[in-house]
């Protein structure tokens, strides 16, 4: 009151009609807000891991989603390494700090048997704005669903593929690799031209292989096509009789040889790379050859980052001539009976490597922030942001719906050019569809068999302290381990589930 | 008698007078500690400049002098405080409060005690100690093999070994003396946190205390007492004993000789140890990873989260980090006042 | 004075409690966060550790996590792949044993034997001896170090150059020279930053292509070499790191322990005509012995420690080259191995109490007597 008796009087009308106007427009807004807000108060703490894919989409999705509902979401991001131990210790030791996660859908076994993960079968079914049946079913089976019922919400689906310049290959006369020899014949080739005209020599092959990181799937996805000719159902990383680790053979023998020799026509470094290393290297126009999931596509056609737009060709992963023969452990040609789905004499086994990230929800959570948390992963998954964001490669989400796929506009619009997209949406369908997908891990623990044990024999090879057949026997020792450990005939009777027999 | 003429190489390598350097020497010595301070200034110039570049202008190539070289962006500073702001002032205020809070106890709790191991002799009977190790193996058996609650085990301990004390103490003759009990608490130092940090999350999470402000700075205060005791020691024997003894022949309990007299004059002394133990505190990553999942995240551990598989974000990054030592500068700003020369010596008397 | 009795009575009880008062909180915190931890760190290190729906379950399985790190699956990583030892590198092992044996036959001779000190002699000695037959094994070419070699690596070859530096340093510094100031507060900032930004500084600036120093590489044709993919230079590499971050405490504490040497000895012996070597050897060595063991030890201590550089640079690659066994111990953590990451973490508690306590036995308190003097 001291204060107005200060102010001249002609402000003071002015000042109270400014201040009622205020008023007025905040409670329209506030009554219009306080209407449409069910989760007001409610903050859902999501993990997953440090980005900027799969975070930074996630990021600018929960201001939208606040203003559509009220509900706080807090994105924790920790290194990949670490995602897996800290969500199964932040469940199973009952601090649930975390109410929901994005994460990798082969450990849904790990963290859905305990009961960890809240079971959204009937809230998926009853979600009409998610439009479940435009996910593609192998999707839908591999990442969203455990032992009939459904866990998880996918953001993202994945497949192992080449990437080539198309501009240097159609220049050295060379046509896309579609065996593993033919791959390094390609990248020794081309080596140490310049690929993007700064006048520094460029290299045949980038392939992340860094220790920790993402980086182990590459030499499944080089293995497979020597593995695996019979079919889905036959699976690569273990004998379905008696769950001999497929691993110490010609076969992986031969994948690892190729694995190392393609750091020959590499940058130096290349051990350190990890993905997002050796992506940046190819759009910066600096390699030839690369083995990656979807998202070079995406972020080739980026103006802001890529110095190869309209050069990227994407092709199914180059396969074998020869399979291995599971009894002996040596290789053979392939035959019509070895390799019924071989074309041209070549078999070819797509990885689905990971399978694509996906959110799940933290059981012990409260009801009002599990039911937030859903409809969070439900707002980033349905079509309206998500046929966006497949089509920006720094999201990290690469195509999982059908829509996605069909519908060739959303690429157009994004900036591919016809023949780019048709080719790149190409190779990933011919992947979803080959009869000879290869399924990744899925029993129980698979983290550490692959992340831990292979992760580390591999970062050793490549460090040249041991050779192939201590690698060899390094994995096959750590599975054996494992196996032990959680029962072998458990393991076998879960990994034969998985593979649908 | 005539000064025989120097030559060029006696001008330069000899002093002018006896207490200064010769010419060649002080070169020699400012280049040395001018090269220095470039080592140590660089990768701090380097992080801040990188805090303002573009995606592009890391990647393609060093660029070092922001306005001539490039173009100064705020896009990362904008990132990190606008499009992350919560994310990033949870971490931030969640730091301060942990590093402040428990290095106020540490220092205090310390000082208490570096008081009494100066001044006061202690004679803790061997007997006590092996009780007490065993009663707390005892509750950790009972807890871990047996199954039984720890509340329970916690009693069954705490009353078995009260009762060896009171019964049977006095067949146990050997005791220690102060030196012992100072050498132990700073042994305790040794130990990799990397050992304890399992028992102690197994604990916070028994309490239900996991992600809890409370864990960690309880933590923190364990962990930095032994260097409190250690150094506060130092300080404290060098104040004279006459001081005390005039002022307790004059009536005053111990208690206020140590709040009144030991503590002021050591100033110095707390000022040296409480920057020491802040930015211990600050700094520290490891507890916090396992004590901390969401609420009581720090900043090392978001920092350390930049670890992203594109290569690390270098801007944002540089961001974090600049903006970790901030804090810590001003701090010992406001301490260093305090910090005079010679008493920094007497920390570190063996 | 008698209306002061029954307030005198109380002040009088506060007075006698004291000094437990002052000790307890101390003691009470320590020996519970400390011995706790000890002992089920120890336990963990017995058992298996499994994490189910609730908890988490521990089944004792004795010491064969131990045997795994010393001769079973991971002996690779632990301690190495064992190579060759040469014959000439016997002949010193068994030098060492005979020069320690007389030692510990001198020591059981003279009259302050205790069991307590025998013991401990021996274990140093037993220790000192299989750490050098070890590091000669994975060492000298034809083996591998695992984690306990790169960290006694990082320790005493860190440690070590970095003392000689700060102590460089610190005399230059402690001479009359202006900026004086300046030179302390600059070199002071290294230890306020966090290691894990460090060690992402030291990458940033490592990097050949990218990095600051890019155009001295190019110029020795070194663009598109990888440090990283090169065990020895990757250790190196985390060293220097190191020593970035640690040099300014010993820079501190050696520059204060030498300002306040007796300026009349220094004095004196300059208008003696003493060169600066005859000052620093006879005089200002002594005088800072004590303080710089002391300093010694404190980084020791923490040496022992490192895990944020080689996990960040190098992500203990190439290979598990730089792996610690902080490192190594946190990385069994990821992946659900409780038990073996208790083990690494008692194996480096063992090794370490061993080296900081002979440390501390032989070399500080000799300092500390040579200075007293």
Request: include cysteine; charge should be neutral.
């Amino acid at each position: 009151m001291r204060l107005l008796k200060h102010v001249p009087k002609f402000n003071l009308s002015k000042i109270a009609g400014g201040v009622a106007a205020a008023c007025a427009v905040t409670l329209a807004l506030g009554a219009n807000t306080a209407l449409a807000k069910k989760f007001d108060g409610v903050t859902v703490n999501v993990m997953t891991f440090t980005g900027p894919q799969i975070a930074e989409p996630l990021q600018r999705h929960a201001p939208e989603f606040k203003a559509l509902t009220g509900a706080t979401v807090n994105i924790i991001t920790v290194p990949f390494s670490d995602l897996y131990t800290k969500l199964l210790t932040d469940f199973a030791t009952g601090t649930n700090s975390v109410d929901a996660a994005v994460f990798a859908p082969q450990w849904v076994v790990d963290y859905a048997d305990p009961g960890y993960l809240q079971d959204i079968s009937a809230q998926v079914a009853a979600d009409k704005a998610l439009e479940e049946s435009d996910i593609s079913p192998f999707f839908r089976s591999f990442s969203t669903q455990y032992q009939g019922k459904t866990y998880l919400l996918t953001l993202d689906g994945d497949f192992h593929m080449i990437y080539y310049r198309t501009d240097v290959l159609k220049e050295a006369g060379l046509a896309p690799p579609k065996t593993w020899d033919e791959y390094l014949s390609v990248a020794k080739a081309v080596n140490g031209k310049d690929m993007n005209g700064d006048g520094k020599a460029d290299y045949g092959s980038c392939i992340s292989k860094k220790r920790n990181a993402q980086a182990y799937w590459a030499v499944m996805s080089i293995a497979g096509g020597y593995l695996q000719g019979q079919g889905t159902s036959q699976g690569a990383f273990f004998d379905t009789k008696d769950m001999k680790p497929l691993v110490n053979n010609d076969a992986f023998a031969a994948a690892l040889n190729i694995y190392k020799e393609t750091s020959n026509y590499a940058p130096a470094d290349e051990i350190n790379l990890d993905v997002g290393d050796t992506r940046g290297l190819f759009t910066a126009g600096r390699c030839a050859l690369t083995i990656d999931w979807g998202d070079v596509g995406t972020l080739a056609i980026d103006p802001s980052s890529s110095k190869v737009i309209d050069k990227v060709g994407a092709s199914m992963l180059p396969g074998s001539t020869k399979i291995l023969n599971r009894e002996t452990g040596k290789l053979e040609e392939c035959t019509a009976t070895s390799c019924p789905h071989a074309v041209d004499g070549v078999n070819r086994a797509p990885y689905a490597a990971f399978g694509g990230w996906s959110g799940g929800i933290n059981a012990a959570a409260d009801d009002k922030v599990k039911q937030a948390a859903y409809e969070y992963f439900s707002f980033v998954s349905q079509p309206a942001q998500s046929n966006k964001d497949v089509t920006i490669g720094a999201t990290g989400f690469n195509p999982y719906r059908l829509s996605q796929f069909g519908n060739i506009n959303g690429w157009l619009e994004a900036g591919m050019s016809k023949a780019a997209a048709e080719n790149y949406l190409g190779a990933i369908k011919d992947s979803l569809n080959s009869p000879n997908m290869m399924l990744d891990l899925r029993i129980p623990k698979n983290q550490n068999y692959q992340q831990v044990v292979l992760d580390t024999a591999l970062a050793r090879f490549l460090a040249s302290e041991i050779d192939v057949h201590q690698t060899m026997a390094a994995i096959e020792e750590g599975w054996n381990e494992l196996n032990e450990d959680l029962g072998k005939e458990e393991q076998l009777k879960l990994y034969k589930a998985t593979l649908g027999l | 008698m005539s000064v025989p003429k120097s030559s060029f190489w006696q001008r330069l390598t000899e002093p002018k007078d006896v207490q200064s350097m010769s010419p060649l020497k002080k070169i020699f010595t400012y280049s040395v500690l001018l090269c220095w301070s470039f080592v140590v200034l660089f990768p701090l110039y380097w992080l801040f400049i990188t805090s303002f570049k573009l995606p592009i202008q890391v990647s393609d190539g060093p660029f070092y002098l922001p306005f001539i070289d490039f173009k100064p962006s705020l896009h990362a500073w904008e990132y990190i405080f606008i499009d992350l702001g919560r994310d990033t002032l949870r971490p931030y205020l969640n730091s301060i409060i942990i590093a402040s809070i428990s290095t106020v106890l540490a220092v205090f709790i310390g000082s208490m005690s570096a008081y009494a191991l100066t001044r006061i002799e202690y004679k803790p009977k061997l007997g006590s100690i092996i009780a007490f190790i065993a009663a707390v193996a005892l509750v950790v058996y009972l807890t871990v093999t047996v199954g039984m609650s720890w509340q329970l085990s916690l009693s069954i301990g705490a009353a078995l070994f009260v009762i060896f004390v009171l019964s049977f103490s006095r067949y146990f003759r050997r005791s220690l003396g102060n030196n012992d009990i100072l050498f132990w608490i700073i042994s305790q130092r040794i130990m990799p946190p990397v050992v304890s940090v399992l028992p102690i999350y197994i604990m916070f999470q028994q309490l239900g205390l996991l992600d809890t402000h409370f864990a960690l700075i309880v933590t923190y205060m364990a962990v930095n007492l032994p260097i409190a005791v250690w150094l506060m020691r130092d300080f404290f024997a060098k104040i004279p004993v006459d001081l005390e003894e005039s002022a307790m022949l004059d009536g005053a309990s111990r208690m206020r000789v140590f709040l009144t007299i030991y503590l002021p004059l050591a100033k110095p002394g707390l000022a040296a140890t409480t920057m020491l133990i802040l930015i211990l505190s600050w700094n520290e990553y490891l507890l916090a990873l396992f004590l901390s999942t969401a609420d009581a995240q720090t900043m090392p551990l978001m920092v350390a989260a930049q670890n992203a598989t594109r290569g690390p974000q270098w801007w944002y990054m540089s961001v974090l980090i600049v903006v970790m030592i901030i804090p810590v500068l001003i701090a010992a700003g406001f301490i260093g006042k305090l910090i005079n020369k010679g008493q920094l010596t007497g920390a570190v008397k063996g | 004075m008698s209306h002061n009795q029954p307030k005198q009575g109380f002040a009088q009880r506060l007075d006698q409690l004291t000094p437990q008062l002052l000790i307890l909180p101390t003691v009470l915190i320590i020996l519970f966060l400390a011995i706790y931890p000890l002992l089920l760190s120890a336990y963990l290190s017995l058992s298996r550790f499994k994490l189910i729906s609730g908890g988490f379950e521990l089944k004792f399985v004795g010491i064969r996590n131990f045997k795994k790190l010393f001769s079973g699956s991971q002996q690779y990583h632990f301690l190495g792949t064992m190579g060759d030892i040469l014959f000439w590198e016997w002949l010193i092992v068994a030098f060492l044993a005979v020069g320690f044996g007389y030692w510990i036959v001198r020591y059981l001779r003279s009259a302050k034997v205790s069991v307590i000190g025998s013991v401990g002699r021996a274990i140093t000695v037993a220790v000192l001896l299989a750490l050098t037959l070890l590091a000669f094994s994975v060492l000298n070419g034809t083996g591998y170090p695992g984690s306990l070699m790169v960290t006694l690596f990082y320790v005493f070859t860190g440690v070590a150059i970095q003392f000689f530096i700060a102590l460089g340093l610190a005399l230059l510094c402690a001479q009359k020279i202006r900026g004086k100031h300046f030179f302390r507060m600059a070199f002071f900032i290294p230890i306020m930053v966090t290691p894990v930004g460090i060690a992402y500084a030291f990458r940033m600036l490592m990097d050949m292509s990218q990095g600051p120093f890019s155009p001295i590489w190019s110029a020795f044709g070194l663009a598109e070499f990888s440090w990283a993919a090169d065990a020895w230079l990757a250790r190196w590499v985390v060293l220097i790191g190191d020593s970035w971050q640690w040099i300014p405490f010993l820079f501190m504490v050696l520059l204060a322990a030498i300002e306040n040497q007796p300026k009349e000895q220094v004095e004196a012996a300059q208008l003696d005509g003493a060169g600066s070597w005859r000052v620093f050897k006879d005089i200002t060595f002594p005088a800072i012995a004590p303080v710089a063991a002391t300093a010694v030890l404190i980084r020791l201590i923490e040496a022992f420690k490192i895990i944020d550089l080689p996990n960040i640079l190098t992500n203990g690659g190439p290979g598990i080259a730089t792996e610690s066994m902080t490192l190594h111990s946190f990385i069994a953590w990821r992946t659900q191995d409780l038990g073996g990451s208790a083990a690494v973490g008692y194996s480096l508690l063992f090794v370490a109490v061993v080296v900081c306590v002979s440390f501390f036995n032989f070399i500080g308190q000799r300092t500390v007597a040579k200075g007293a003097n």
